[in-house]
C-alpha cells in the first residue's frame, strides 16, 4: 500500500511491486516475503486498489475515499435498526433476545452499494456472518441443482442419490431457499 500511495494514479505492474515488496520487507525484518501476490490481491478484494487488468493494480485516492463514504453514520444505522424494530430481518431475533445486530448493505459496498437507509438492513451477528458466504453458497447450490437435473437426464442414480442429499442439507439448514430446486 505504501508504494502504491507514493504512485498515485499510475497503472503498476505485477512485477515492480512484488520486487519492491520483498526487498523492502527483507530490508526491515530479514525476511523473506511469502507470497506477495496474494498480499496484492488481498489489497484489492478489500477494496483498496483497483484492478485495471490481470496483474495491474492502481492507487486512486478519491477511490478510496469514496468507498469510505459508502459506510453508514451512526445516524443512519440508528435509522436502519429503528425501521427494522431492532430484529434481524432474516430470523426475527434482535436486541429484545439479546442479540447483536448490525446493519448491512443489502447491495455490497464492493458492488458499488450506497450508504442509504434503503441500501441497508439489520441482520443478527450470525445472519450477518452468513450472508458473507452467501454469494458461495447460491453458486454452489445452483451448480448442484444442474448437477441433480444432468444425473437424472444420464440416469446416473448413484450421482443423483449423492447430489440429492446435498440439496436435502441445503434444505435442511434453510440454506438459499429462495434458490427452488424441484425434485
Ligand atoms: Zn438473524
Known amino acids: 500500500m505504501e508504494y502504491f500511495k507514493k504512485h498515485p494514479k499510475r497503472e503498476i505492474e505485477h512485477p515492480e511491486i512484488v520486487d519492491w515488496v520483498v526487498s523492502e520487507y527483507k530490508k526491515t525484518t530479514g525476511k523473506v516475503f511469502r507470497d506477495p501476490d496474494r498480499a496484492i490481491r488481498k489489497l484489492h478484494q478489500e477494496g483498496r486498489l483497483i484492478k485495471v487488468k490481470k496483474g495491474v493494480y492502481l492507487y486512486d485516492p478519491e477511490f478510496e475515499n469514496k468507498r469510505e463514504l459508502e459506510e453508514f453514520t451512526p445516524a443512519q444505522k440508528e435509522a436502519i435498526f429503528k425501521r427494522d424494530n431492532y430484529k434481524c430481518v432474516m430470523c426475527g431475533q434482535g436486541t429484545a433476545e439479546g442479540m447483536e445486530i448490525h446493519a448491512d448493505h443489502i ?27 452467501y454469494k458461495q453458497t447460491e453458486t454452489g447450490k445452483k451448480m448442484f441443482i444442474r448437477l441433480y437435473e444432468l ?31 424441484e425434485k
Open 151 to 181: 444425473a437424472k437426464k444420464n440416469k446416473d442414480v448413484k450421482l443423483q442419490k449423492f447430489v440429492e442429499d446435498v440439496l436435502v442439507v441445503y434444505e435442511g439448514h434453510q440454506i438459499n431457499s429462495h434458490i427452488k430446486w
Open 107 to 133: 447491495k455490497p459496498k464492493e458492488l458499488g452499494g450506497k450508504a442509504t437507509i434503503e441500501n441497508g438492513q439489520t441482520l443478527c451477528g450470525a445472519h450477518n456472518y452468513q450472508k458473507k458466504y
